[in-house]
């Protein structure tokens, strides 16, 4: 009898430790579970502002609009923001275009869809293209809007108090911005992208807009603009002349790029034309490239013939690849470079004056 009671609480304490390992089972997985289901309630990237619109359309399920939301990487379960919105009675879905970013969590997504005033139905797009000046940015924006003017846009990226009250959300923009004889402040920091704005969106909604995307670009070098000797605006204002000089290829930027800091080790004038054509105010559109060759002694303190160092702010709105030249620059001994101008636009690099007068002579001469 005894080795059967001994027996019998054998197996309940193997019965009860089973039932403790299945207890901590459940529970460790109901801990994990409630961990994943709060982390997709969370932004996918908080620093991550880009503006990404979404288009519901009329019959659209909750099941077909988790799968745009998921696409488009705005969410991180298409399951469990499906289950979220059954859970919490969300169903009164807008048709239109809405725009969204990912740095938005789950409710917010979800609060903007169901908002009919949120919907950008007359949404409308401008393309910002490397190399435009913040004034050709302006007229675009104007021009496709006709809701907001051109003089608006200018007056208010040239407001010194409004920019400053932006500093805090935005930390590309800093006080080097205001230094005298600066055409324009914001010129440099008007990210190029497609940007969709609605006619009832005014002037400081279109420049956050535009900001936040600026912002995008930042972030992803914000290590690299921290680590440079130059500060983030002499880091703008170099990408500018560089996007200026080089166009799009990268392997031309980053060559560029080192040409001007090899230059400014040196204590050599840039010698860039391109801030010319901005001193004078260059017309694309009327103007060729002649117009800024003969003005090197055109008076302004963007003329980097006449100045030493970098000009007092951007000369255009340079691209990504262009401020990844920059602070990623080709390691060279270049002091020179031209482009063959009349045939296929190489362009040339040397390291004496007297090799870049040969190719001047042999590809611009003509």
Not at 108 to 118: E, G, Q, S
Not at 138 to 160: C, F, H, P, Q, R
Not at 202 to 230: M, R
Not at 354 to 364: G, I, R
Request: glycine letters at 4%; a negative charge.
């Amino acid at each position: 009898m005894a080795r059967k009671a001994r027996k019998k609480r054998k197996r309940l304490r193997r019965g009860i430790i089973v039932l403790l390992i299945v207890l901590i089972v459940f529970v460790s997985a109901g801990i994990g579970l409630k961990r994943y289901y709060d982390y997709c309630l969370e932004p996918v990237d908080k620093s991550d502002s880009t503006q990404i619109q979404i288009t519901v359309d009329q019959n659209d399920s909750l099941q077909q609009i988790t799968e745009k939301l998921k696409q488009d990487n705005l969410i991180h379960d298409r399951k469990v923001a499906y289950y979220y919105a059954r859970m919490n009675g969300i169903s009164d879905f807008y048709a239109g275009v809405f725009a969204l970013n990912r740095s938005m969590d789950l409710n917010t997504i979800f609060t903007r869809l169901t908002n009919v005033n949120a919907s950008d139905a007359d949404a409308l797009n401008v393309t910002i293209v490397e190399g435009d000046w913040a004034k050709d940015i302006a007229e675009k924006i104007s021009e496709t809007l006709g809701t907001v003017s051109y003089d608006d846009l200018m007056n208010l990226w040239n407001n010194k108090e409004w920019i400053e009250s932006e500093m805090s959300k935005y930390p590309f923009l800093t006080e080097e911005m205001f230094a005298d004889g600066t055409r324009c402040y914001l010129e440099g920091y008007l990210c190029p992208e497609t940007y969709r704005f609605t006619k009832k969106m005014s002037a400081e909604e279109i420049t956050e807009t535009i900001l936040d995307q600026t912002l995008a670009v930042y972030n992803q070098y914000k290590d690299q603009f921290a680590a440079s000797k130059y500060s983030i605006h002499q880091l703008y204002t170099l990408a500018s002349i560089v996007q200026y000089e080089g166009g799009s290829d990268e392997e031309v930027l980053r060559n560029i790029a080192s040409v001007f800091y090899n230059r400014l080790d040196q204590n050599m004038p840039l010698g860039s034309s391109v801030t010319v054509c901005y001193a004078i105010d260059y017309d694309k559109d009327v103007d060729n490239w002649q117009s800024c060759e003969v003005n090197t002694d055109f008076e302004s303190p963007y003329n980097t013939y006449l100045h030493t160092g970098l000009p007092p702010g951007p000369i255009q709105n340079p691209g990504i690849n262009a401020i990844a030249a920059v602070l990623n620059p080709n390691q060279t001994d270049y002091l020179y470079f031209v482009a063959d101008v009349y045939g296929d636009g190489t362009v040339y690099f040397s390291k004496t004056e007297e090799e870049h007068n040969a190719l001047v002579q042999k590809y611009l001469n003509k």
